[in-house]
């Protein structure tokens, strides 16, 4: 497979953290608001990159499918699954 040169090909040694992010919020619960998601990104000092997808959340609660559906919409939006990877 030829990659397009200035694509998003290479592993970031972020690679994975939006994941452990996604799992720390839901040891106990079953849903997380997005200000949770926010002030937990903030807090765990992710990337530029993945507090701007953070940041692309609609308001609401989430459950973990639901958030991981949307974070997952924006990594993909933004060609960066490869670099950061996605989240389940």
């Known amino acids: 497979m030829v990659v397009p040169r200035g694509a998003n090909a290479h592993r970031s040694p ?8 996604v799992d720390s919020l839901f ?12 002030m937990a990104a903030e807090a ?3 990337p530029e990159d993945l507090q701007e997808i953070v940041s ?3 308001p609401g609660t989430f459950t ?8 997952n ?8 699954g490869q670099v ?4 389940v």
């Open 14 to 21: 972020h690679y994975g953290v939006l994941q452990d992010l």
């Open 44 to 46: 765990s000092e992710l």
């Open 73 to 80: 919409s924006s990594i993909n939006g933004h060609a960066w």
């Open 27 to 38: 040891l106990e619960q079953q849903t997380v608001r997005r200000l949770d998601v926010i």
């Open 64 to 71: 973990r499918q639901r958030l991981c559906d949307q974070l």
């Open 56 to 58: 692309l959340l609609p």
């Open 84 to 87: 950061y990877g996605t989240v």
